[in-house]
């Protein structure tokens, strides 16, 4: 199972990674327009954020295929082992069947359904990353499309990867990890809530309490 951050907030994965036990960060175009800080600048920052391990991912911004091939070697130019993002449109399952001959990982993005997902895989993404909540809002069951998706690619492209996506809650997370999902990536506020909870903290003083009233101090 794979563990990501979606962001591109450079001081979160340094913060997130010393806790969490990451295989890298996925980011989109929407996510480095956020902050504001150009791909060249922020790609390698979050690689020395990471400790220099881990696995990057970007998209491509051309519509069709010739310059999604194009945008990919631009974006490989920064990080060489990057994992480019690929919209699974027509024109980008085009380019993820020419970038898979020249032997560039892709993943394919913006997956709202299972067939969907299950083309680009054909085509050679190694990852397909179906958006979960985006499902929901559409009225439709992201959890279900992921569950479908992944026995899809068990049955007929075993060497890709579901890298599900857009979340809003843990539990959401947790769900496509049941259904067997093999990678998830989470927004910062989605990774902050799985690790704080006013449960945990009211446990973790009751213990400090006890020692002290004990003990006369908190350490051991």
């Avoid at 881990?54 to 091939?69: D, H, I, N, R, S």
């Avoid at 299950?118 to 439709?140: C, K, M, T």
């Amino acid at each position: 199972m794979e563990l990501y951050l979606d962001t591109a907030d450079v001081a979160a994965v340094k913060r997130l990674a010393r806790i969490f036990p990451l295989a890298g960060v996925t980011t989109n175009p929407s996510i480095i327009a956020s902050g504001k800080t150009p791909v060249d600048e922020v790609l390698p920052a979050l690689k020395e954020a990471l400790g220099g391990r881990g696995k990057l991912f970007a998209q491509v911004m051309a519509p069709q295929a010739e310059g999604m091939v194009e945008d990919t070697f631009r974006l490989r130019a920064i990080i060489n082992d990057l994992v480019v993002k690929i919209p699974v449109t027509a024109e980008g399952l085009a380019a993820i069947k020419q970038l898979r001959a020249a032997g560039v990982p892709t993943l394919g993005t913006a997956v709202y359904g299972a067939s969907q997902g299950l083309l680009a895989a054909l085509a050679g993404a190694e990852y397909v990353a179906p958006y979960v909540n985006r499902v929901d809002a559409q009225g439709g069951d992201g959890i279900q499309t992921v569950s479908d998706l992944q026995q899809l690619l068990t049955l007929h492209a075993p060497g890709a990867k579901v890298l599900a996506a857009s979340f809003k809650t843990p539990r959401q997370a947790l769900d496509c990890l049941l259904a067997g999902c093999a990678s998830i990536t989470l927004p910062l506020d989605v990774a902050e809530q799985m690790i704080s909870a006013p449960a945990v903290t009211a446990a973790v003083e009751k213990f400090e309490q006890d020692w002290l009233a004990a003990f006369g101090k908190t350490g051991l």
